[in-house]
């Protein structure tokens, strides 16, 4: 169980204490005194992992190989059947005007009517391009996907967002002297241009225009990424396994590694989420027994995090301790609890702080650590792991690993 951007760094006005140090969680204290505690680099001390890229490596992948960017996880995590080879982009609806200029980087945030606009960008030929397959598909509000699919292609391209209003989309430019980076680049750019020219008459955004909203009338892509190759997680590990996450992004990690996923209503990835939901989802797919490994991931601390806001962090913090409580009910689980990274509330952004990690299980080596915080874990019986480590440790507690060597 990964509780997103936990981990965190004095506060001053906390009196120098974390939020995870200041929050009451008696759930979380009694798994550390019943487990092994330790702190966790996930990829690398120091480094600033993502929340996919340190995913990945928890899950026992080398994010150095197979992450070239964001666009395939969210991709398929808005259920996009990728494979290995396309070009994957994250996309904003957004406002042009007819300068030819962003307005409105998020289409006035636009929530409904995205499905049909989708509709008619998807499937599109571009011209001089039709050998090229374009898959394009709304995820939540302002945001979509595209993916390109065919051959010639790259992911060495820049991005046509602007991220800032006021500017025109930003020109697609090859990143290196390859011929597949300077046809992706004018695919790109034609496709900007095309989503222009279907969508400032498209009939929603004639209605948006009507009652005053900004229209959706051009699509940004950014966050490049190649649909890596990438092993199952049940044939790497010989379990079966099962996701629960609330966001696209690790939805889609879950689905490139080939896990099932658990869809929970509710479950917003914010600090609003369903937690009884949540809750209720991994009770019943632990009880019903089909899986061997449940990665579970609530994205609500992270969220306050990234907003700067210390006492909806500490909240949030008290909040999924009850969801611990639950979890810890159910009998013969090997249980972690960690953090994909640090979201210190100071940097309102991810740091390459460790994070705390505890593991309960039948056999484990319980050490003397009896709160689970970014500091008690220091002193604990796992000392200081990466998350490359995770997977092996898990497997051997469950026995499911093989000996190296004779
Ligand atoms: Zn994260
Ligand atoms: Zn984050």
Do not use: W
Not at 213 to 233: C, K, S, Y
Not at 250 to 271: C, F, N, S, W
Not at 354 to 366: D, F, H, T, Y
């Amino acid at each position: 169980m990964i509780i997103d951007g936990m981990a965190d760094r004095p506060i001053k006005d906390l009196g120098y204490k974390t939020p995870l140090e200041a929050a009451n969680t008696p759930n979380m204290d009694k798994l550390a005194e019943m487990g092994i505690n330790g702190i966790m680099d996930p990829i690398r001390p120091g480094i600033r992992a993502g929340s996919d890229t340190s995913h990945i490596s928890i899950l026992g992948y080398d994010p150095y190989e197979v992450y070239t960017g964001r666009g395939p996880f969210e991709a398929a995590g808005i259920g996009l059947d990728v494979i290995a080879g396309d070009i994957a982009f994250r996309c904003n609806f957004s406002t042009q005007d007819e300068n030819g200029l962003i307005i409105d980087r998020r289409a006035g945030r636009i929530r409904e009517g995205t499905e049909e606009i989708a509709k008619s960008i998807n499937s599109l030929k571009l011209e001089g391009f039709e050998d090229v397959e374009i898959i394009f598909k709304e995820s939540t509000g302002h945001r979509a996907v595209l993916v390109l699919r065919g051959g010639g292609l790259s992911d060495k391209v820049s991005d046509a967002d602007p991220k800032h209003e006021g500017k025109p989309p930003k020109k697609v430019v090859p990143l290196d002297d390859s011929p597949e980076a300077a046809k992706t680049a004018k695919i790109l750019n034609k496709f900007v241009e095309t989503s222009y020219n279907i969508l400032k008459d498209h009939p929603i955004n004639v209605m948006r225009i009507k009652e005053g909203e900004q229209p959706a009338n051009v699509v940004l892509p950014r966050g490049v990424g190649a649909v890596p190759h990438i092993p199952p997680f049940e044939e790497k590990y010989g379990v079966k396994a099962v996701c629960i996450a609330e966001t696209g992004l690790i939805k889609g990690i879950g689905r490139i590694t080939g896990m099932d996923l658990i869809e929970v209503e509710g479950a917003t990835g914010g600090i609003d989420t369903n937690l009884e939901n949540i809750t209720k989802s991994i009770v019943d797919v632990a009880r019903e027994g089909s899986y061997d490994f449940m990665l579970i991931n609530i994205d609500g601390a992270d969220e306050a995090g990234h907003d700067g806001q210390i006492g909806e962090k500490v909240n949030f913090i008290e909040k999924v301790d009850s969801v611990i409580g639950e979890v810890m009910k159910l009998d013969n689980i090997c249980f972690i609890l960690t953090a994909d990274h640090s979201t210190p509330v100071s940097v309102m952004d991810h740091t390459g702080d460790p994070v705390p990690i505890v593991i309960k299980g039948p056999e484990v080596r319980v050490d003397d650590i009896t709160e689970f915080n970014e500091r008690t874990a220091t002193k604990g019986g796992l000392c200081r792991i990466r998350g490359s480590d995770v997977m092996n440790i898990l497997m051997d507690f469950m026995n499911k690993s093989d000996k190296f060597g004779a």
